[in-house]
């Protein structure tokens, strides 16, 4: 099974949950990347097993994690509160499933 999350920019979404083998994980950063991050972490334990934050303002990451059967929590933050988007650029992401 696999699935895809995403939220439009700058509104929060709580985490999801995934049960897939590959994840590629697309984020547009805003005006201030390193204020975002994200994790995935095995359920089972809550261990984080990939993680990535933000270095170049307004340009996109994407990234292929590939995992160990079982189930997984992705989250993503802004450290600063503030949200992905709008008045500080046009962020965003997208998850799905890399299969």
């Known amino acids: 099974a696999g699935g895809t999350a995403s939220a439009p920019a700058g509104v929060p979404a709580a985490p999801v949950t995934f049960r897939v083998y590959c994840l590629d994980?697309?984020?547009?950063?805003?005006?201030?990347?390193d204020d975002t991050s994200w994790v995935i972490a095995r359920g089972a334990d809550g261990e984080v097993v990939a993680s990535s934050s933000g270095t170049n303002d307004?340009?996109?990451?994407?990234?292929?994690?590939?995992?160990?059967?079982?189930?997984?929590e992705f989250a993503i933050s802004d450290v600063y509160g503030d949200g992905m988007c709008c008045k500080?650029?046009?962020g965003g992401y997208l998850v799905t499933d890399g299969g």
Do not use: H
């Open 25 to 33: 994980v697309l984020v547009t950063f805003d005006d201030y990347a």
């Open 58 to 72: 307004g340009v996109s990451s994407s990234d292929r994690v590939c995992l160990d059967p079982g189930e997984y």
């Open 88 to 90: 500080w650029g046009g």
